[in-house]
């Protein structure tokens, strides 16, 4: 049998896998690095894939690693935004966890400062 001839017999057999995703990040305001010159009032992240609510999450902690969430994390589709209390001059950090739809964890952290 004629190489051509076998890989188009293995497409007609071989069933189609699904693609494995993951929720990466691509999106996060304010952003890693930033310097805010006016407190932000809340954390937006927008990710590759839809979220699963119940398993995502964030904490926003300053620099003495107190929580500045003002409520719990809201996941809307491929978005999580998170409402803070007023923050004074300083570092701030962002841990997030995500869970996409088809189960798979991402997570990562960033840092941002207010001015």
């Not at 310097?35 to 937006?44: G, S, V």
């Not at 979220?51 to 719990?72: C, K, Y």
């Not at 004074?88 to 990562?108: F, L, N, P, Q």
């Amino acid at each position: 049998m004629k190489l051509r001839n076998y890989l188009f017999l293995c497409t007609l057999i071989c069933p189609a896998m699904p693609a494995m995703a993951h929720a990466f990040l691509e999106h996060a305001s304010p952003g890693a690095g930033a310097a805010e010159t006016t407190t932000p009032k809340e954390i937006d992240l927008v990710f590759s894939e839809a979220l699963e609510p119940s398993f995502s999450g964030m904490d926003v902690t300053d620099a003495a690693g107190r929580s500045m969430e003002a409520a719990h994390p809201v996941v809307n589709g491929t978005s999580m935004r998170v409402s803070l209390r007023p923050l004074a001059a300083g570092a701030y950090h962002v841990a997030w966890h995500a869970v996409s739809k088809d189960t798979h964890r991402t997570e990562g952290a960033y840092g941002f400062t207010v001015k």
